[in-house]
């Protein structure tokens, strides 16, 4: 089974808006509604199980009705930080066998490709996990100071990672039973299992698949929603 953990827990404060950035719409439709319907329409993935800033859980199913996301199975309510509610969201699904594949995928990355799905899930099941990442093609620079820098940084080392980024249920429980006698918490499960001493294998990432932040990513996101039709 293929299970998308939704993550809709922040604030989205840098975005400087009265609600919840992925709660924000465009062309009438929340940004979250937005990603859920990739994932919805997407045939590997069998269920969505969502993670909800507190006080929109209800709001959440009724879109959820409202536009037919069959797959939207289950919210409930984030904690204080990303790492807090990654895990109240997996340790809200029961019943996992091994093999399962668990999608963290944040929910204000509407243009996720299917091709990138696709992408994380093969990974995940040939290694028992996945990242998608994408290569740097602009110059690199360490930022030595706020305000200048005395490095640069090959590019050729260095990847930007996304999300959907996956594990599998075995390794979920290997990662966090290691991370808590370790006491490590770290928000990206990635980056978890870096610190844990575990390779994470590269899925295919997109340039389409922006994370709306701040004000201006609405703009190029209503301008990308006109390419992708």
Excluded at 20 to 35: A, E, G, L, M
Excluded at 45 to 70: H, M, P, R, S
Excluded at 102 to 115: A, C, F, G, M
């Amino acid at each position: 089974m293929n299970i998308a953990l939704l993550l809709s827990g922040g604030k989205g404060v840098r975005m400087g808006s009265e609600i919840p950035k992925q709660f924000i719409k465009v062309n009438d439709c929340p940004i979250i509604v937005h990603t859920m319907l990739k994932l919805q329409n997407h045939p590997e993935i069998d269920l969505i199980q969502a993670v909800c800033i507190e006080g929109w859980e209800n709001i959440l199913f009724d879109w959820a009705k409202k536009y037919n996301i069959t797959k939207l199975k289950g919210v409930v309510t984030g904690g204080n930080t990303r790492f807090d509610s990654t895990r109240i969201g997996i340790e809200s699904l029961k019943n996992l066998n091994d093999d399962d594949v668990i999608i963290v995928h944040d929910s204000v990355r509407p243009l996720v490709t299917n091709e990138s799905i696709s992408s994380v899930i093969k990974i995940c099941k040939t290694f028992g996990n996945s990242m998608s990442v994408l290569n740097c093609n602009d110059t690199m620079y360490e930022k030595t100071m706020a305000d200048h820098t005395l490095k640069e940084i090959n590019r050729e080392k260095i990847v930007r990672g996304q999300t959907p980024e996956a594990f599998s249920a075995k390794r979920m429980r290997e990662a966090y039973a290691a991370a808590d006698v370790k006491n490590i918490r770290l928000d990206s499960i990635s980056a978890l299992q870096i610190a844990l001493g575990f390779k994470v294998y590269f899925a295919k990432g997109s340039k389409f698949n922006i994370k709306i932040t701040n004000p201006e990513d609405i703009a190029l996101f209503k301008a990308l929603l006109t390419v992708n039709r």
